[in-house]
């Protein structure tokens, strides 16, 4: 079975720096997808980036990108010029692109503090 | 274009009551999906209708759960009786329908957090 694993509950960074969420996964699949989601307090969860598994590019998404290392199943999350409203938890997922099966699997999360 | 809504955002019950969560999803999304996330765990999957039918519900805990979505709009999960072990945050998502080798997003309703004293 697919698990992830965020190994960081919570981080903090200074405005206008940046920070590097951590992510891990396990599957055996050869091709697949991964996500970091946001959850600001209070607020639905909203899709940050996504990667594709069989792209080398990593994925941006302006002050987004991810390092993505397939042979070491990490998946990092870089956030740039971090900004107050970037506070919320953050979500690693993975979803198998065959197989029938939809489902996203989620890490524990990690609740980022955005100091000002 | 409105996005998923869950209903209650709140509920707070006795063991062995019996607790219906409502979402309805984003218009025109045949794919809907429920998950649940326990307090400093992981969130997840419980199952996933495609219209009406259900295509996947290997997440569902037991028996004690029933899921439904009639007529293929918005769904219902009913616990009951409901145990210590069901708190929590239950979220609803939704989707397009998928190609077989292509992505569409999932989008997440705020949840509604179970408490079951």
């Known amino acids: 079975a697919q698990t992830v694993t965020q190994s960081q509950p919570e981080m903090s960074v200074q405005e206008a720096e940046t920070v590097t969420l951590s992510c891990t996964y396990d599957t055996s699949e050869s091709d697949y997808y991964l996500f970091w989601y946001k959850q600001p307090p209070s607020r639905q969860m909203i899709l940050v980036i996504r990667q594709e598994a069989y792209k080398q590019q990593n994925a941006t998404e302006n002050r987004f990108s991810v390092n993505f290392q397939k042979a070491a199943k990490s998946f990092s999350l870089k956030i740039s010029d971090s900004q107050l409203g970037d506070a919320a938890m953050y979500f690693c997922a993975y979803r198998a692109t065959q197989g029938g099966s939809e489902k996203l699997v989620f890490g524990k999360g990690t609740k980022l503090t955005v100091n000002p | 274009e409105a996005g998923v809504t869950q209903f209650p955002s709140h509920s707070v019950i006795e063991k062995g009551q019996t607790v219906t969560l409502r979402c309805d999803p984003i218009?025109?999304?045949?794919?809907l999906y429920w998950y649940r996330r326990v307090m400093g765990k992981e969130i997840k999957f419980l199952l996933h209708?495609?219209?009406?039918?259900?295509?996947?519900e290997s997440g569902m805990p037991n028996n004690r759960f029933l899921a439904e979505r009639t007529g293929g709009t918005y769904s219902t999960l009913k616990v009951q009786p409901a145990e210590l072990e069901d708190s929590g945050v239950y979220f609803c998502a939704s989707s397009r329908t998928s190609g077989s080798f292509s992505y569409n997003e999932q989008f997440f309703g705020p949840g509604t957090r179970l408490t079951v004293l």
């Open positions: 209708f495609v219209k009406e039918s259900k295509q996947d």
């Open positions: 218009s025109g999304h045949d794919n």
